[in-house]
């Protein structure tokens, strides 16, 4: 071999090299979603996960959960934490939480010993439109809140479940549902006291803890909303509320449902609804109640034939602030 094949021998090894590792690079690229950020060939998964297919991308640009409801994960509250509030200028004056039914399907009246709302508090969303906002307090688990989540699958419709931390610690999988399927959690505070008669850093202590604590057992934020536990609030407890970023959701419909041992009927609950219901309405349930649980889907039902959806509380971001 003379000195003219030599040289063409190896300008066709330094090609064929060259193009085999073109080669290795293409497949790397093609079936194992390039390169990442570390030089590193990142995975197939990885790949699925950026573009995403079939019917987990249906479902996001519909903004939906598997389930159909609406995710909250893009629903956040921008959080803003006023540290330099003197409580002691602030009146502490206990009140319950009341409020004046009216059956002509208008929005109930409520206390007016002072405007509520200037504490970032309401007992209805201001909306014209006829949006229903389901809403539970959940103290303790009786059995009913599986069905009571089926139920709301099945009808495609979110609620706001307000807990305790010791419903939190007891119902780990079920608190998690909830966000799963698209519903809000919010706070309820760690023990359900009588908010007026804790001091001021018991109040904080009380929203801190439990929401601290929903996201170290479940992983999933806490929704900035909460209910005064036993309907009892004053001026000071709701300026502590908005101060840590807390939204305070009282109620315009109610009836007597927490007590296990003293439970209306279904019936009862139905036509509660079909007389009462009025757009903005926020409805107070428990989810101990088997009344509740046993006429849900009609109640649910009877609001849609009526030509009501159903929405979240978030709708107070867009609306009031």
């Given at each position: 071999m003379n000195y003219s094949q030599k040289k063409i021998l190896v300008c066709v090894m330094v090609v064929a090299a060259l193009l085999g590792i073109w080669g290795i690079w293409q497949y790397q690229k093609t079936h194992n979603g390039?390169?990442?950020?570390?030089?590193?060939?990142?995975?197939?998964?990885?790949?699925?996960s950026a573009s995403d297919t079939g019917e987990e991308a249906a479902s996001k640009d519909n903004g939906e959960g598997k389930n159909g409801l609406k995710e909250n994960t893009e629903q956040k509250q921008e959080r803003k934490i006023v540290e330099n509030t003197n409580y002691d200028e602030i009146d502490n004056t206990l009140y319950s939480w009341w409020f004046k039914r009216n059956d002509n399907h208008e929005k109930s009246g409520c206390q007016d010993?002072?405007?509520?709302?200037?504490?970032?508090?309401y007992h209805?969303?201001?909306?014209?439109?006829k949006i229903i906002y389901i809403t539970f307090d959940c103290g303790y688990e009786n059995g009913y809140t599986a069905d009571i989540l089926n139920i709301l699958k099945e009808e495609k419709v979110t609620a706001a479940f307000f807990t305790t931390k010791t419903y939190i610690r007891d119902n780990i999988d079920l608190t998690k549902r909830m966000k799963e399927e698209g519903h809000l959690v919010c706070n309820h505070t760690v023990t359900h006291p009588s908010m007026p008669s804790k001091s001021v850093e018991d109040q904080k202590k009380e929203l801190l803890d439990c929401e601290n604590y929903m996201k170290e057992t479940t992983g999933y934020e806490m929704d900035l909303f909460f209910r005064p536990p036993k309907g009892?609030?004053?001026?000071?407890?709701?300026q502590v509320a908005k101060d840590l970023g807390y939204t305070?959701?009282?109620?315009?419909?109610?009836?007597?449902?927490?007590?296990?041992?003293?439970?209306?009927?279904?019936?009862?609950?139905?036509?509660?609804f079909r007389k009462y219901y009025?757009?903005?309405?926020?409805?107070?349930?428990?989810?101990?109640?088997?009344?509740?649980?046993?006429a849900l889907k009609q109640v649910i039902r009877d609001l849609k034939k009526e030509g009501y959806s159903f929405g979240n509380l978030y709708d107070l971001q867009k609306n009031v602030e």
């Open positions: 390039g390169w990442n950020q570390n030089g590193k060939a990142g995975s197939a998964t990885e790949k699925k010993d002072f405007d509520i709302t200037e504490y970032r508090a209805t969303v201001p909306v014209s439109k009892e609030y004053s001026k000071r407890t709701l305070t959701i009282f109620w315009s419909m109610a009836y007597l449902d927490y007590d296990i041992n003293n439970q209306p009927s279904s019936g009862h609950v139905v036509e509660h009025h757009p903005g309405a926020i409805p107070l349930m428990h989810n101990v109640s088997v009344a509740n649980k046993d």
